[in-house]
């Protein structure tokens, strides 16, 4: 069935990089066919991406998480004397404060910043 032009589309917050952003840490994106191609016509995206949101460039050094699983530490795959997890944390708050009127978010898989494990 297809969306009404009349009625407003339900928002979806969604890793940017999946709506062919490019703000991965090499410049690239993951544009996402099921998303584009399929979902696009009943949503109205709401692209976010922590990292670039921090203020980290686009090239950046990759991240990744280390240590504890529940409380892990954020650093750059090359450089590992920087914590990012403070801001990440933060701007997640944040995120999750402001983003009241959404019906769902879909995650960019084994993300060290929107992945969910
Ligand atoms: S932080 Fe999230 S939105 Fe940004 S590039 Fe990584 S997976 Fe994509």
Not at 68 to 73: I, N
Not at 103 to 117: A, H, N, T, V
Request: proline letters at 9%; glycine letters at 10%; charged letters at 20%.
């Amino acid at each position: 069935m297809n969306a009404s032009p009349f009625e407003p589309k339900p928002r979806l917050a969604i890793s940017a990089c999946l709506t062919g952003l490019s703000v991965r840490y090499n410049a690239g994106h993951k544009a996402s066919a099921l998303c584009l191609e399929l979902l696009q016509e009943h949503f109205d995206w709401v692209p976010l991406c922590p990292e670039v949101a921090i203020g980290l460039g686009t090239p950046r050094e990759p991240i990744r998480l280390v240590g504890d699983p529940e409380h892990p530490v954020v650093t750059g795959t090359r450089n590992g004397a920087t914590d990012l997890a403070g801001p990440l944390r933060a701007y997640g708050e944040q995120m999750a404060d402001e983003l009241d009127d959404i019906c769902g978010y879909i995650f960019m898989q084994k993300s060290p910043s929107c992945g969910l494990e």
